[in-house]
């Protein structure tokens, strides 16, 4: 079992910047795909970022490309998603997630939603 805890959610004014955080502990073994999704209201949910822990190597949605930085700090088992020029259209509830996989094939099982573990969430408004 892994467990996932995000912080750092928030408002925001548009521009802005946040910080996101997910606390992993548990079993990790085999979670080689670490990843964020998040879903706004009456939408549906969107993979985000992921970071692949075998190569190190990070893959992003075309929304969030060049604003976005997902990182992971291995000696706190902690994931980032470092968020800049935030956009009232980034408002959403963002998730941590942890599923298998590798290199590019993180993304695309993340866009699909095939994790194995989610976190409880944090919420993002970004006003305008």
């Known amino acids: 079992q892994v467990q996932l805890v995000e912080s750092g959610g928030g408002s925001v004014q548009a521009g802005g910047s946040l910080r996101l955080s997910c606390a992993v502990s548990?079993?990790?073994?085999?979670?080689?795909?670490m990843g964020w999704l998040r879903q706004a209201p009456g939408k549906k949910r969107e993979g985000v970022a992921v970071?692949?822990?075998?190569?190190?190597?990070?893959y992003y949605a075309d929304s969030v490309k060049g604003r976005f930085t997902i990182s992971q700090d291995n000696a706190n088992y902690t994931l980032y998603l470092q968020m800049n020029s935030l956009k009232p259209e980034d408002t959403a509830m963002y998730y941590c997630?942890?599923?298998?996989?590798?290199?590019?094939?993180?993304?695309?099982?993340?866009?699909?939603?095939?994790?194995?573990?989610w976190g409880q969430g944090t919420q993002v408004t970004v006003s305008s």
């Open positions: 997630s942890a599923g298998a996989g590798s290199g590019s094939n993180c993304y695309t099982r993340l866009r699909m939603e095939f994790v194995n573990y």
């Open positions: 548990g079993n990790t073994d085999g979670s080689t795909c």
């Open positions: 970071f692949w822990t075998g190569g190190g190597t990070t």
